[in-house]
């Protein structure tokens, strides 16, 4: 069995029902898709199969045999290859325990290319239904995506003094 | 799919051994009837947005045999009139067709992802689930008047859903698609909770097919059941309203992780009535 996983093709010895997630992260070492619910709900697991946003978790290998996948790390690096939505993310203050940022990336990467052009934020929330995240409450990741589509935001966030602060 | 090989050799049955199941990979659906037999001891695994978390919580039956349905091309929707949707038509695609109550069905699961992988055969032969029914297209099934083509012990048949949805469990069947009529009218109304991957609580599908009206609630027992009461109601020329009142002569809800029976047996009578009149553009 084979996988393109970034752009490069590795063999694969796990078994054909080992989960798409299980071999890109204990076999191939790819490890920006989290283990989150293992069924489905979380969304951190998502990948892009063939250009489409998955859940790793619930695709066994043997469903994906010769199929591009894409994760984050075929997205861009840091410091100096983050794409545009990444720095978005960064920029935006999108990301804070950083455990859902994952699924959110490739979830959104999928949107904006589906769209082909700037998305609106009803766009954003039904893209990312089935992503959790439990630190940031979503704005920010709402208005990242939106942002990196190259639509407007509707609120800028301007960093605020912390209440009761002394100078 | 772009950047795809052919990687399966045609007229030939792939054969995988896992450490506890062995994995049969059929590339037609002559070779996934074969390889099904008589069903004993098969796991049939459609999308896998059900049985993966059953391998990945231990909870996958040991031994026997897994059919893995993904390549054998039982996944197109064809047809005009009668449309015919191979039991590997994603849910996604379902929504795309824009075939109601189906469309809006299919559309009400889970996101996106989920949309993209689960697929209508899966859906339909789904078990209850420990903490509540699922299978929420089997409403809207029943609504249509689906009939369903199965392959098992004895031969290739087409059961009415009706039969289908009593007989689910009885016999091994392996699916291979489902054929609907267009409706010339449906309404699909459901009751959720807000996350995105809760099965519904209960959702009601009504459609006119022909000279009747069918009407069907699924979520609020183990299966989806046809509301024959309200149906003769409407042909009686009952308004919705009146209707609606009858809904609960055909079933008796059930407790579960979603609802109580208190609860379903409160709203049901208001969904359905929402239901005839979303159906009548009331």
């Not at chain 1, 082909?116 to 208005?143: F, N």
């Not at chain 2, 010339?184 to 022909?210: D, I, K, N, W």
Request: net charge negative; aromatic share 2%.
């Amino acid at each position: 069995m084979e996988l393109n996983v970034n752009g490069v093709t590795h063999a694969i010895a796990s078994p054909p029902l080992t989960s798409l997630l299980g071999v890109l992260r204990e076999e191939l070492n790819v490890l920006s898709p989290k283990a989150g619910c293992l069924q489905g709900a979380c969304g951190t697991c998502t990948v892009l199969v063939d250009g489409e946003a998955r859940r790793s978790c619930l695709m066994p290998v043997a469903a994906v045999e010769g199929a591009e996948i894409t994760t984050v790390e075929g997205l861009g690096t840091a410091p100096d290859g983050l794409a545009p939505l990444q720095e978005a993310f960064h920029s935006g203050y999108a990301a804070q325990c950083g455990f859902c940022t994952p699924g959110m990336l490739m979830a959104a990467h999928a949107l904006i290319q589906r769209a082909g052009g700037p998305v609106d934020r009803e766009q954003v929330i039904d893209a990312l239904s089935g992503h959790i995240c439990r630190c940031t409450g979503y704005v920010k990741i709402v208005d990242a995506v939106i942002a990196a589509s190259g639509g407007e935001t509707v609120v800028a966030q301007a960093p605020r003094e912390p209440e009761g602060a002394v100078a | 799919m772009r950047g795809r090989r052919d990687i399966i050799q045609p007229d030939k049955e792939r054969r995988v051994r896992a450490s506890d199941t062995e994995v049969l990979i059929p590339t037609s659906a002559a070779q996934a009837v074969e390889a099904f037999g008589d069903g004993r001891g098969v796991t049939v695994f459609a999308g896998g947005t059900i049985l993966m978390p059953e391998i990945a919580y231990g909870r996958y039956p040991a031994g026997g045999r897994t059919l893995m349905l993904e390549r054998a091309g039982l996944d197109e929707i064809s047809g005009d009139g009668t449309l015919k949707i191979g039991a590997m038509a994603r849910l996604s695609m379902l929504t795309a067709s824009g075939v109601e109550p189906l469309a809006s069905a299919a559309g009400n699961i889970a996101d996106i992802e989920i949309r993209a992988q689960a697929t209508v055969g899966g859906n339909l032969c789904a078990p209850p689930g420990a903490e509540s029914p699922r299978g929420d297209l089997q409403a809207a099934l029943l609504a249509m008047g689906a009939r369903v083509r199965s392959a098992g012990a004895g031969s290739e048949g087409v059961d009415s859903i009706d039969e289908f949805v009593a007989g689910a469990g009885a016999e091994p069947r392996l699916v291979l698609a489902i054929e609907v009529e267009r409706p010339r009218r449906a309404a699909f109304l459901s009751q959720r909770r807000p996350h995105a991957h809760s099965y519904a609580v209960m959702s009601v599908a009504c459609a006119e097919t022909g000279d009747a009206i069918r009407v069907a609630v699924g979520g609020a027992g183990p299966r989806a059941v046809r509301l024959t009461a309200v149906e003769r109601a409407l042909a009686d020329g009952s308004a919705p309203t009146q209707a609606g009142a009858k809904a609960l002569d055909d079933v008796e809800p059930q407790d579960d992780a979603l609802a109580s029976a208190w609860y379903r047996r409160s709203v049901l009578p208001t969904l359905v009535t929402r239901a005839l009149e979303q159906l009548q553009g009331g």
